[in-house]
Antibody, heavy 121, light 106 residues
Framework: EVQLVASGGGLVQPGKSLRLSCAASGFTFDDYAMHWVRQAPGKGLEWVSGISWDSGTIGYADSVKGRFTISRDNAKNSLYLQMNSLTAEDTALYYC??????????????WGQGTLVTVSS | EIVMTQSPATLSVSPGERATLSCRASQSVSGNLAWYQQKPGQAPRLLIYGASTRATGIPARFSGSGSGTEFTLTISSLQSEDFAIYYCQQYNNWLTFGGGTKVEIK
């Protein structure tokens, strides 16, 4: 069974940093691209960032470009999101999601339950 | 960035009726479109990819159509478990989601 367990969320002050992690199991992690997708309270879905199996293809939403950095460690079956210069607009539930492909960024066939990030003073 | 616009924002439908949801792209995404269903407190679930291919385990009452800039998700006969929010997502040029359509009980 595919499992994606995100962690690292919490309450953080504006301007500070936070690092999210996603532990994957139940599939061959380095056979797939991975993503972060977020959902602000009561709002819709927003793709944040994605990374191919070998980290050769990386993409970011315009709203986080230059502030967030996605990475992965295939030896540890883990996905990360380093978030810097956080603002209240970054407050959301952050989902870790598995792509259907390895080398390109397409769509998501499995999602974790998410980790909540709240940016507030 | 490709902007995805879904309509209507809310659709009120009686159980057993047909529901038609629309998704429009600001520029052509070819057939690179997926649909998801999200219920309260749950992660989204993949329904359709490639604009018209049902994902594994998705009932036949869900169908997708369209290409280029205009797409439709049709639920042929709404069941109680289908009342949820539906999102389209393009993957032709990076990835973007539509704002969602809430399907509620009439």
């Amino acid at each position: 069974e595919v499992q994606l367990v995100a962690s690292g969320g919490g309450l953080v002050q504006p301007g500070k940093s936070l690092r999210l992690s996603c532990a994957a199991s139940g599939f061959t992690f380095d056979d797939y691209a991975m993503h972060w997708v977020r959902q602000a309270p009561g709002k819709g879905l927003e793709w944040v960032s994605g990374i191919s199996w070998d980290s050769g293809t990386i993409g970011y939403a315009d709203s986080v470009k230059g502030r967030f950095t996605i990475s992965r460690d295939n030896a540890k079956n883990s996905l990360y999101l380093q978030m810097n210069s956080l603002t209240a607009e970054d407050t959301a539930l952050y989902y870790c999601a598995k792509d259907i492909a390895a080398a390109s960024l397409y769509y998501f066939d499995c999602w974790g339950q998410g980790t909540l990030v709240t940016v507030s003073s | 960035e490709i902007v995805m616009t879904q309509s209507p924002a809310t659709l009120s439908v009686s159980p057993g009726e047909r529901a038609t949801l629309s998704c429009r792209a600001s520029q052509s995404v070819s057939g690179n479109l997926a649909w998801y269903q999200q219920k309260p407190g749950q992660a989204p679930r993949l329904l359709i990819y490639g604009a018209s291919t049902r994902a594994t385990g998705i009932p036949a009452r869900f169908s997708g159509s369209g290409s280029g800039t205009e797409f439709t998700l049709t639920i042929s006969s709404l069941q109680s478990e289908d009342f949820a929010i539906y999102y389209c997502q393009q993957y032709n040029n990076w990835l973007t989601f539509g704002g969602g359509t809430k399907v509620e009980i009439k």
